[in-house]
T-cell receptor
Framework: DQQVKQNSPSLSVQEGRISILNCDYT??????FLWYKKYPAEGPTFLIS?????DKNEDGRFTVFLNKSAKHLSLHIVPSQPGDSAVYFC????????????FGTGTRLTIIP | NAGVTQTPKFQVLKTGQSMTLQCAQD?????MSWYRQDPGMGLRLIHY???????DQGEVPNGYNVSRSTTEDFPLRLLSAAPSQTSVYFC?????????FGSGTRLTVV
């Protein structure tokens, strides 16, 4: 039972345009959401997070939107750069600081120069 | 400050062999965990620890043992390796926003 789903295994975007990565979850108890970025042969690195009390969090080129009623979150990257090419995982936990994360299956983003 | 260090980076085991994946962190984090990454499955939690002497099971604990005798180290033991344990293993320690991951151990069981 996949509680966190990323339905797009891959996405290609032109450099300079907006990249939108989507994530859906089924467990309404999830309260805190994170995005991780992963390059080949490296561990995932934390990108941005959002608490369920917010509907938007922004950090530079990265913005995460949360729609609790739809159990949906999205990561916007604008403008997209070649270095953004990586696999992106969304993850959820029951509260901030909880040690147990549930990950989605990942979306491979390719930025086309 | 090395962060989270995993050894080895690669390992090939025969079915039935045992081995220990090492993980060490130098950030004095209490929370540490082990995840495995498989194609199409994302990362799944194997075991985690909230401090020295305390461990608990995650989503896929069968076939794995852990211990936490110090804050710094959190080894993962495979007692009798099976082909289903072929995967990439990540150790992580928890920061304020989430986990800091090691670079992974790619394990193949033949």
């Amino acid at each position: 039972d996949q509680q966190v789903k990323q339905n797009s295994p891959s996405l290609s975007v032109q450099e300079g345009r907006i990249s939108i990565l989507n994530c859906d979850y089924t467990n309404s108890m999830f309260d805190y959401f994170l995005w991780y970025k992963k390059y080949p042969a490296e561990g995932p690195t934390f990108l941005i997070s959002i608490s369920s009390i917010k509907d938007k969090n922004e950090d530079g080129r990265f913005t995460v939107f949360l729609n609790k009623s739809a159990k949906h979150l999205s990561l916007h990257i604008v403008p997209s750069q070649p270095g953004d090419s990586a696999v992106y995982f969304c993850a959820a936990s029951y509260n901030f600081g909880n040690e147990k994360l549930t990950f989605g299956t990942g979306t491979r983003l390719t930025i086309i120069p | 400050n090395a962060g989270v260090t995993q050894t080895p980076k690669f390992q090939v085991l025969k079915t039935g062999q045992s081995m220990t994946l090492q993980c060490a962190q130098d950030m004095n984090h209490e929370y540490m965990s082990w995840y495995r990454q498989d194609p199409g499955m994302g990362l799944r939690l194997i075991h985690y620890s909230v401090g020295a002497g305390i461990t608990d099971q995650g989503e896929v604990p069968n076939g794995y043992n852990v211990s936490r005798s110090t804050t710094e180290d959190f080894p993962l033991r495979l007692l009798s390796a099976a082909p289903s344990q072929t995967s990439v293993y990540f150790c992580a320690s928890m920061t304020g926003d989430g986990y800091t991951f090691g670079s992974g151990t790619r394990l193949t069981v033949v």
